[in-house]
């Protein structure tokens, strides 16, 4: 915790946002409503940012199962709430940007905002602290890899930039997360890998249930946002590989079993990438094109 405090870098979402292109929409300002086709951003990287922002948005449901994961006592409890603070700012920041923008239909996307955090959010591990911390481990990886890929791809300066701060919150979360696995695989490597098999097997993201998740799931695959190769190289494998879970010879009864589930599903992973770039790659072109011009 003081490591991550130490490391901490204090950023405002207002400094962000390009206010003097906004615009009054209708309502009590009887400004213009959003249209099609005022959008400055490619329909891929829209796609991205709006997939992330719903997810961003439904901070309440996640802070509370980080609590109720990890407790509210001492460090965890001041983890919870610093970490409850960063990422309230990527939602803001994001949301801000995208509407003073008019990248995004307003309406629509209040409706799923509405719709998201009223179906609220469980982790899939719920009673299981240390499947739990796999998961965000995993998840704040995730996340930083499809913040930096869109801002190699949104041509926009300003939203390189903030692109770019969110991205380092998300690997800082990742550090203190995987931090705490390391500990904990030191303690215990065999319940460790187990949970570690267990989560690489049913790992998806937390914006699952946001209205339009398919839709904008299939588009970051296909535009090369996030694809199951990028899952597989730059997620799975660098935390197995942080952790040596395949270098060490200790992990006593019961361990070896764990550690060949845990290869399994590292095949799968592995697999599922490589059948993406056998069969994806031809989609993913015809879809990058109108996109990247
Ligand atoms: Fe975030
Ligand atoms: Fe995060």
Redesign the pocket.
Known sequence: MDAHLKAADDWYPHQFVPWSQGRDFEGVYRGEPWTEGEQALSPAVRAGLLHNLLS?ENLPSYHRVIAEAFSRDGAWGTWVNRWTVE?GR?GMALRDYLLVTRAVDPVALEDARSRHVQHGYDLDYRGDALASLVYVTLQELA?RVSYRTMRTMCGEPGCEALLKH?AQ??NRHMIFYRTVLQAAWEIDPMRLTDALARVLGTFRAPGHAAPGFAKMAVSMVLSGIYTPTMHHEEVVLPILRFLKVFEVDRLGPGGEQARERLAAAVGTSAARAERFERTGSAQRQSVRSPAGA
């Open positions: 961003e990422e990527h996340t969110i919150d998300e």
